[in-house]
């Protein structure tokens, strides 16, 4: 491959964002032809690098290199242009236009006097839609197709034009085994025509059977390209998580008290099904798996955010059934959320009003808010956390994510719950804070809360956990404990391979 | 059938179900409540029912396209308001006088320039400044009243042109005028959306803003097209009225806007933009006016009329959302 | 001293342009007219914007909640009437009551609507307008409403009484708003409504019944109608059926003046009613330098759009939006 010129390149790309460094020095390059893995954990900077590639974000140093041209994308229209074509994990679709209009969406065929030329418009739909091999047509409405179809749309949009290189984004996190099937042809297609590909997936099982390297980032840096043929899932493995990190396992136990939290045989529809496991004080269970795993919607049922269709709920022993977050808190469940901008905080008011919002019905003196009692909560947890703020009056919106996430954190906290569940404790957050957050979990399951961590990332969850829940798809694939788990049989277990090695 | 057809059948069809209902309903009620002999489907009736839907129905086509991308125009009674002073006061400007009944055309022109510019004004505001739809359209509704009131005080401003008033009440193929031109813009504001590029990506930038703007489409120019064509829409249904009342009170147009939302969301446009249909707000259109007739009919106090359309209103809106309920999973937010 | 950047300026005048917007015309029809700073006048403003602020008032609450109330105009209406109505019928001490029940009823049900059932709180308020309309010249029957003995009554008192020397809808209004103002930013409801109005979902997640919350507002905005309907109502001793008509996009002027966003979660009664003030001051300067009284009209919608234009500007940092 040496003789030729690369399809696309990257040379020494830095982006930062205030407080991170989200892509330091970064170049690999991608042959036409190819297809090239991008590995990395979440949070090693793998969406931004494909945000500057894509157009939506400049990078503040390095080039790309597309063919033998160094180019600027400012939009990206402009990546498209210049033939670089960005299949979204997230659909950026409009669900009442046609499959023929989304997918000439800003470029539809034109006639005279603005006319669209729909005759035209339908040949060349129908043209791509027959090399996906898919079951719908040019004039079906987007809203009308199944998720699976839908990813199918933005993937016909890359080949509207000669494209150099074709990123896909977690292609297949929403397709049927028939369907990957599908779409492994077309990148094979793609391949054909001297296409270079960019394939970013979690999935070790897909990245060895269609990619020809694998580069892999680490927190926000390069750490190498492998040759698939050459390599196996360990030395990935071991080249995305790094011997650098701390890959340690909790080892340090607290005394275990009465079991706080069972859950048996609960299910939502189709989202988790005959989930059971038990929380003891004092312990840190932490679940472990893809997105999309039904972690997230575990913990959401616990909190009243959604009906389980089947099973039990038990808090010390007794049954409850939980209708609203209002009684979760009632009943002693704290839920740190997955969005911690969406869900955990309002930007617009300060540090001490989201701290207190819980509980402001019970800080009062006489009718109005004992605003005294709040401050001193929030002087508490402050100095507890070590948020670093100006003062309470501080807009939360101002503060940066690790010390959002400690407002978050502290709010929770300050509700003394008897089952504190946090959700991605650290995403979007620096090293530094982190380990913090970490030494945090530690610190209040010794002080005797049952604590859940939902998380995606492998060192956090081996870090902090007691016991380890793996999900994959729905269901409990097994149940570590911190003794017996290794880095091997995690992955197994959360991509479903494991199945037959389960407990 | 796949899921998802019968809900998307019945928001489709159910406006002209709805107006299929009010037919029987007032007329076997009219059979026993009626103080006329006449029947409440009698030809006359029909075809004067279309003649009144024109002003609102008119501007209603506009109010559509506005909403499908994703706006709101409150200021249209007000647009309507002037348009209709500059029709009917500029046939007396002296520079006219020599143009003998060729005053007319250029009044029509005048008046609908004049709604246009309106509509850009708007249109330009929402682009360039940003500042959302429905405060700036708030703010014009009040600024474009004070024009109207400006120019004339608190006096009307008449005109009557008998050339005028003889067009205007003219039939043809057995239709009124101000039917004619709710018939034509009702199929030209049709053809716009579904056959032109600038209408279906009107439809995109309502539907899902982001993506539309990362594919390139500019929203601001879309928008503010929009804007002018509802401006110049609410002149015409200016034009279409007062060229056969001659006279214009600066309240009139008052609560136009209010009447027309009504309509375009009977017609199942959805209020945050990307779906909605022309034809389906024609009925919205036609299943308001029915309403004000049907109850007329029957002896209703002609009041009862703003309680019932207020409430089928919210009936609407309730039906919609549970047709779109996703099932029991779903998140309690 | 440290020179004064231009950002610190656009920030300043971006943050507090309303009261030097407010300073300027205060500053300038005084300049024009010696009479617009005459006590008398003053006065006479504030008690004309008594009931235009009584509902601004509550339309506060809904705007901070995050909805719009586009019903409070047809809903005075029907409470004027109602009262007056009930006047002659049960007597004023019964009638009070009475109508504030039967406004309270309506403001329930709003709040049920966009509280409880998640509606659309604009379409909503909307079709409650006409509703609301059609009920009220139902229950007249189209017919003005009047007291029949205007004399021998004490229901003027709310409308035309004084007491310690001032108008008794100026001490209303000011009782209503320092009890309001104190609600919203002292209680933990008020807490709340911030809340729900700045990010509704986080607001759920932290254990608030965002429904409630919603509902309460809309009872709050139906009970200042209820109480500007009493004013008005006192005040003229008899109605037409639209004498609100039109009050509620005045109302939310006023309201997006004192500077809330339309999309929830700020704005306070203090600054609601600056831009009560502003409006009236407006009004009542450009009659005094001899403008017609719809020049205000003009005059407002240019304020509106500067005011929040200037508002989003400063937040986004750019005076031009960013839109293709």
């Known amino acids: 491959m040496t003789g030729q010129t690369p399809a696309l390149r990257l040379e020494g790309i830095v982006k930062t964002f205030p407080g991170v460094r989200a892509l330091d020095g970064v ?101 791509i839609l027959s090399t996906l091999k898919v079951g719908f047509d040019a004039k079906t409405r987007v809203g009308d197709l199944s998720i699976a179809n839908q990813q199918m749309v933005e993937i016909a949009r890359a080949l509207t034009v000669d494209a150099k290189a074709v990123i896909f984004d977690e292609p297949t996190a929403s397709l049927t085994d028939a369907e990957k099937v599908v779409l492994f042809d077309v990148i094979t297609d793609l391949q054909s ?75 939502c529809g189709h989202l988790f099904r005959d989930v059971s496991f038990e929380v003891r004080s004092g312990e840190v269970v932490g679940f472990y798996g893809l997105v999309g795993a039904g972690r997230t919607e575990i913990a959401e049922t616990l909190f009243g955010l959604r009906d389980p269709s089947a099973g039990q709920i038990l808090l010390s022993g007794q049954e409850v059934r939980i209708h609203s977050p209002a009684d979760a808190i009632a009943k002693g469940i704290s839920l740190v959320p997955e969005d911690r901008k969406g869900q955990g905080l309002v930007l617009g008011m ?32 402050r100095d507890r956390l070590d948020i670093r703020t100006p003062g309470w009056k501080q807009l939360v919106g101002n503060l940066s994510g690790g010390n959002q996430q400690k407002i978050v954190i502290g709010k929770w906290l300050s509700m003394h719950p008897s089952v504190l569940i946090v959700d991605e404790p650290t995403r979007g957050i620096d090293v530094g804070s982190k380990s913090e957050i970490h030494n945090l979990i530690r610190d209040l399951a010794a002080q005797g809360y049952a604590v859940i961590v939902i998380s995606s990332e492998m060192p956090e969850v081996l870090h902090v956990s007691d016991r380890i829940v793996a999900m994959y798809n729905g269901r409990i694939m097994r149940t570590f404990t911190s003794e017996e788990v290794t880095e091997d049989n995690l992955i197994q277990a959360i991509s479903g391979l494991g199945g037959d090695r389960a407990a | 059938m796949k899921p998802g057809m019968l809900s998307n059948f019945l928001k489709r069809g159910a406006i002209w179900g709805f107006i299929a209902l009010e037919l029987i ?49 409150l200021s249209v009674g007000a647009i309507y308001a002037i348009c209709a002073i500059v029709l009917l006061d500029s046939m007396t400007w002296p520079i006219f006088a020599g143009l003998g009944d060729m005053v007319i055309p250029v009044a029509w022109v005048l008046a609908l320039l004049a709604g246009v510019a309106l509509g850009a004004l708007n249109g330009l ?183 019932v359309i207020g409430l089928i209103l919210i009936v609407v809106l309730f039906l919609d959302r549970q047709l779109n309920i996703k099932g029991k999973e779903e998140l309690k937010v | ?36 700073v005459d006590p008398d006048n003053i006065l006479g403003v504030i008690r004309s914007s008594a009931i235009l602020g009584v509902m601004a008032l509550g339309v506060t609450f809904v705007v901070i909640s995050g909805n719009l109330d586009l019903s409070v105009g047809s809903m005075m209406s029907f409470s004027t009437i109602v009262v007056l109505d009930l006047h002659d019928k049960i007597g004023p001490a019964l009638a009070i009551p009475a109508m504030f029940a039967m406004t309270l009823c309506l403001g329930a049900f709003i709040g049920f609507l966009v509280g409880y059932l998640k509606l659309n709180s604009l379409i909503v308020t909307l079709g409650m307008l006409s509703a609301i309309h059609g009920l009220t010249l139902t229950y007249s029957g189209g017919q003005n409403m009047d007291i029949a003995d205007k004399e021998g009554t004490w229901f003027d008192f709310f409308g035309q009484g004084s007491a310690l020397g001032i108008p008794v809808p100026i001490l209303i209004f000011v009782l209503l708003a320092a009890v309001l103002g104190v609600v919203l930013s002292k209680t933990p409801f008020g807490r709340k409504v911030y809340a729900v109005g ?46 609100g008509q039109g009050l509620e996009l005045e109302v939310l002027a006023a309201v997006i003046l004192g500077g809330a966003s339309l999309l929830g979660g700020s704005g306070t009664i203090f600054k609601t009613v600056i831009g009560v003030l502003i409006l009236g001051f407006i009004q009542n300067g450009l009659l005094l330098v001899g403008l017609q009284f719809y020049v205000q009209y003009v005059v407002t919608w240019i304020i509106i759009i500067l005011a929040v234009w200037l508002d989003i500007a400063a937040k986004r940092g750019k005076l031009w939006s960013p839109i293709a």
Not at chain 1, 224 to 241: H, K, P, W
Not at chain 2, 149 to 168: C, I, K, R
Request: net charge negative; proline share 2%.
């Open chain 2, 25 to 73: 309903f007032f007329t076997v009620a009219g059979e026993y409540l009626s103080l006329s002999e006449k029947a409440f489907m009698d030809v006359d009736n029909m075809l004067l029912l279309f003649k009144q839907s024109a002003p609102i129905g008119i501007i209603a086509m506009g109010m559509t396209i506005i909403m499908i991308n994703g706006n709101i125009d």
């Open chain 1, 193 to 267: 025509r001297g296409v270079g590909i960019i394939y970013i997936s979690h999935r070790m099982e897909e990245i060895f059977k269609i990619t020809d390297r694998i580069s892999v980032l680490r927190d926000g840096q390069y750490r190498g390209t492998l040759q698939t043929a050459e390599t196996n899932e360990e030395d990935v493995t071991q080249l995305m998580i790094g011997r650098a990190l701390d890959l340690s396992r909790n080892e340090s136990h607290h005394e275990l008290g009465e079991v706080a939290l069972e859950v048996r045989g609960l299910s």
């Open chain 1, 350 to 381: 300060n540090c001490r009003d989201n701290m207190t919002l819980p509980q402001v019905d019970d800080l009062k003196a006489g009718p109005f808010v004992a605003e005294g009692a709040e401050v001193s909560i929030f002087d508490q947890y």
């Open chain 2, 125 to 307: 505001i929402v682009w360039k400044t940003g500042v959302d739809a429905f405060i700036v359209t708030l703010g014009s509704m009040l600024g474009y009243r004070g024009l109207v009131f400006m120019y004339n005080g608190e006096q009307p401003t008449s005109h009557l042109n008998w050339t005028l008033v003889d067009f205007a009440e003219a039939q043809f193929l057995g239709l009124h005028t101000a039917t004619w031109f709710l018939l034509i813009v009702t199929a030209a504001i049709w053809f716009l959306m579904n056959r032109t590029v600038h209408g279906r990506n009107a439809y995109a930038i309502g539907d899902n803003r982001e993506a539309a703007v990362n594919a390139g489409i500019r929203v601001g120019p879309h928008m503010m097209i929009n804007f002018m064509i509802i401006g110049f829409l609410a002149a015409l249904s200016a034009v279409v009225f007062y060229s056969e009342s001659g006279s214009v009170n600066p309240n009139d147009g008052e609560l136009y806007e209010l009447w027309v939302i009504t309509a375009v969301v009977l017609g199942g446009t959805k209020l945050t933009g990307g779906a909605g249909s022309i034809i389906s707000t024609f009925g919205g259109v036609l299943a308001i006016q029915l309403l004000r007739k049907g109850l007329a009919h029957i002896g209703a106090d002609t009041e009862t009329v703003n309680l």
């Open chain 3, 1 to 36: 001293m440290a020179a004064v950047t231009k950002e610190q300026v656009g920030g300043f005048l971006a943050r507090q342009g309303i009261l030097v917007a407010f300073a300027v015309f205060m500053v300038g029809f005084t300049l024009a007219n010696q009479r617009f």
């Open chain 1, 27 to 127: 170049s690999f390059e991608v042959m036409p032809g190819e297809v090239h893995a991008l590995m990395g954990e979440n949070g090693a900077g793998k969406s931004t690098l494909m945000k500057v590639l894509g157009g939506i974000y400049q990078p503040d140093e390095g080039q790309i290199i597309v063919g033998e041209q160094p180019v600027v994308m400012r939009s990206p229209l402009e990546a498209k242009a210049k033939g670089i074509v960005f299949i979204h994990q997230e659909l950026s679709l409009a669900e009442e236009l046609t499959v023929a209009e989304n997918i000439y969406l800003g470029e539809l065929p034109r006639k005279r006097f603005g006319l669209v030329d729909w005759a035209k418009l339908e040949e060349q739909t129908n043209a």
């Open chain 3, 198 to 243: 700045g990010n509704g979902t986080a607001a759920t997640f932290s254990g608030i019944r965002r429904a409630r919350v919603v509902f309460t507002c809309y009872l709050i905005s139906a009970f200042c109608v209820a109480t500007a309907g009493l004013l008005q109502a006192s005040r003229s001793l008899g109605s037409q059926n639209t004498v």
